[in-house]
């Protein structure tokens, strides 16, 4: 049985920790230039703590028979001037989601995911912001099986330390 609690990443620090490092490392097979989770986990863990507080921020967990399997984290964003779409409301934007190997194929993203839109939707959202790695084609068919569609296709260039070169991104 899977069950969706929401939970307080502060009161679950550890709990969170992990999952995130997991996430991070399963970019980091995406994306090669990803941080080591060492060098950000302090940062980023005050990132979602504070967002979670201070931008209506929800984090759910998902669990099998007891056992934590995945969660899915977003958070409010307000419209501010230098918004240039027709939408005028607040934005959710899903800034984190990740479910362990041993849980996956069970439906429980889904899950998540259905839950998380819905205590949005109860709330008057009606713009959701998601990214994904350009390579990652599974969340890319599982976002456009939800009805989600791409709107803008972001390219990165980075450079040389002296910024004469650009380095390639992936191999």
């Not at 999952?19 to 970019?27: A, D, P, Q, T």
């Not at 995945?70 to 501010?80: K, L």
């Not at 934005?91 to 995911?113: C, E, H, K, W």
């Amino acid at each position: 049985m899977i069950t969706i609690t929401p939970i307080r990443i502060k009161d679950h620090y550890e709990l969170l920790s992990a999952m995130l490092k997991e996430l991070h490392l399963s970019e980091l097979e995406f994306f090669p230039k990803t941080a080591a989770w060492e060098d950000i986990q302090t940062d980023y863990m005050q990132h979602v703590i504070s967002t979670q507080e201070e931008n209506d921020g929800t984090c759910l967990l998902a669990a099998k028979d007891g056992d934590p399997a995945g969660f899915i984290f977003a958070y409010v964003e307000e419209p501010d001037e230098s918004r240039i779409e027709d939408y005028t409301g607040d934005t959710l934007y899903v800034s984190d989601g990740y479910v362990a190997p041993a849980f996956r194929r069970m439906g429980i993203y889904r899950q998540l995911n259905d839950a998380l839109e819905a205590i949005y939707l109860q709330k008057g959202i009606r713009r959701i912001v998601r990214y994904t790695l350009s390579n990652n084609l599974r969340m890319q068919q599982f976002l456009a099986s939800q009805q989600y569609e791409p709107v803008r296709i972001v390219y990165e260039k980075w450079l040389t330390p002296d910024g004469k070169e650009g380095i390639k991104l992936f191999p």
